[in-house]
């Protein structure tokens, strides 16, 4: 049995969510980055009920999602202080796919953040998840609506297949537009004692567009040294992302053994597609933002049809080329058998 889906261009569904939130409930919802799996921020047994619907490791913080603008809850209900150079993000990325690492509030348990004393918030683009966040009037912590490690859903049948009824209410915000995570930044403070930004998990905001905001190059941090260790960012696991079928990342398609047992995952189309068992191309034209918004759609259908391997190429490494990288460079780590051929 699986969860009910309601639309979420109907207000009563609207209403009928956010009372499951205020009751302690999960709900599952669309944003523009991925599909949401949300709790009441500040109820610690509705967020334990996040981790065991999908099989979360418990040091691994979640992200605290707020409606933005004038609307309760605001950032003072789950933030503590806000450091210049955040603020100026906020201002430029928010509402959008940006997450900033701060500070926690007491109020903020401490199952939500791993046990560290900040706390990881964003505020969504969508309108949907917006009008979902306004009608709560609580914090609410969602990663990603999917069992732990797997693929990131980016529509509603995708999370009714993931986690079925472990949710207790999907809303239909139809196919994710951007398609990819939230860029997380964090701050750390530097030998003039200010407080600087560094990307902790590259994703929708690309690198360089956050530079130009604060007027200077901000490092761009992945992966973690420890993962047993409670992680500095949501999704920083070296495994993540990962699809059941063994899974290659590649330069150059021409690489892949035995191309007619494989489905290809390509950016551009290949020089020859009728090599592989199936090919899903992301972009026909080369755009980056397409190949972002179908990404993960076309890696699970690639995963469903029971190929022996899976290859994929590896996408120009700038803009949002380079948090689809880090993407396939973790499914590859995380598919049991993959490797990436493309690195260095």
């Given at each position: 049995m699986?969860?009910?889906?309601?639309?979420?261009?109907?207000?009563?569904?609207?209403?009928?969510?956010?009372?499951?939130?205020?009751?302690?409930?999960?709900?599952?919802f669309?944003?523009?980055?991925?599909?949401?799996?949300?709790?009441?921020?500040?109820?610690?047994?509705?967020?334990?009920?996040?981790?065991?619907?999908?099989?979360?490791?418990?040091?691994?913080?979640?992200?605290?999602?707020?409606?933005?603008?004038?609307?309760?809850?605001?950032?003072?209900?789950?933030?503590a202080?806000l450091?210049?150079d955040?603020?100026?993000?906020?201002?430029?990325?928010?509402?959008?796919?940006?997450?900033?690492?701060?500070p926690?509030?007491?109020?903020?348990?401490?199952?939500?953040?791993?046990?560290?004393?900040?706390?990881?918030?964003?505020?969504?683009?969508?309108?949907?998840?917006?009008?979902?966040?306004?009608?709560?009037?609580?914090?609410?912590a969602?990663?990603s609506?999917?069992?732990?490690?797997?693929?990131?859903p980016?529509?509603?049948?995708?999370?009714?297949?993931?986690?079925?009824?472990?949710?207790?209410?999907?809303?239909?915000?139809?196919?994710?537009?951007?398609?990819?995570?939230s860029?997380v930044?964090?701050?750390?403070?530097?030998?003039?004692?200010?407080?600087?930004?560094?990307?902790?998990?590259?994703?929708?905001?690309?690198?360089?567009?956050?530079?130009?905001?604060?007027?200077?190059?901000?490092e761009?941090?992945?992966?973690?040294?420890?993962p047993?260790?409670a992680?500095?960012?949501?999704?920083s696991?070296?495994?993540h992302?990962?699809?059941?079928?063994?899974?290659?990342?590649?330069?150059?398609?021409a690489?892949?053994?035995?191309?007619?047992?494989?489905g290809?995952?390509?950016?551009?189309?290949?020089?020859?597609?009728?090599r592989?068992?199936?090919?899903?191309?992301?972009?026909?034209?080369?755009d980056?933002?397409?190949?972002?918004?179908?990404?993960?759609?076309a890696?699970?259908r690639?995963?469903?049809?029971?190929?022996?391997?899976?290859?994929?190429?590896r996408?120009?490494?700038e803009?949002?080329g380079?948090?689809?990288?880090?993407?396939?460079?973790?499914?590859?780590a995380?598919?049991?058998?993959?490797?990436?051929?493309?690195?260095?």
């Open positions: 699986t969860a009910r889906v309601l639309s979420a261009a109907d207000p009563a569904a609207i209403g009928e969510a956010a009372a499951v939130l205020r009751g302690g409930g999960l709900v599952a669309g944003t523009e980055t991925v599909y949401g799996l949300g709790a009441n921020a500040l109820d610690p047994v509705a967020v334990a009920k996040v981790f065991a619907a999908k099989g979360r490791p418990r040091f691994d913080p979640l992200i605290v999602h707020l409606p933005g603008g004038d609307d309760a809850p605001g950032l003072s209900a789950v933030v202080d450091p210049a955040a603020g100026r993000l906020a201002e430029r990325f928010w509402p959008g796919p940006l997450t900033l690492v701060l926690k509030a007491a109020a903020v348990p401490d199952l939500v953040t791993a046990g560290l004393a900040s706390v990881a918030v964003r505020v969504p683009a969508s309108e949907p998840a917006r009008a979902l966040l306004r009608a709560a009037g609580v914090p609410v969602a990663p609506a999917n069992r732990f490690g797997g693929i990131s980016t529509t509603a049948a995708h999370v009714a297949e993931g986690l079925g009824e472990a949710v207790d209410l999907i809303l239909d915000a139809g196919p994710c537009r951007v398609g990819i995570e860029t930044v964090g701050f750390e403070t530097d030998a003039n004692g200010e407080r600087r930004p560094v990307v902790l998990r590259p994703g929708a905001v690309t690198a360089e567009a956050l530079s130009d905001a604060v007027g200077r190059p901000i761009v941090r992945t992966g973690n040294a420890d047993g260790a992680q500095t960012s949501p999704g696991l070296s495994r992302y990962a699809p059941r079928t063994p899974l290659t990342v590649t330069a150059d398609p690489e892949v053994a035995a191309p007619a047992e494989c290809l995952l390509a950016f551009i189309p290949p020089a020859a597609p009728e592989f068992a199936v090919c899903e191309t992301l972009s026909a034209t080369g980056l933002t397409e190949a972002a918004a179908g990404f993960y759609a890696l699970r690639l995963d469903a049809l029971g190929l022996p391997r899976l290859a994929a190429v996408f120009p490494n803009g949002l380079a948090a689809l990288n880090d993407r396939l460079r973790r499914a590859a995380g598919s049991e058998g993959g490797r990436d051929l493309s690195a260095g």
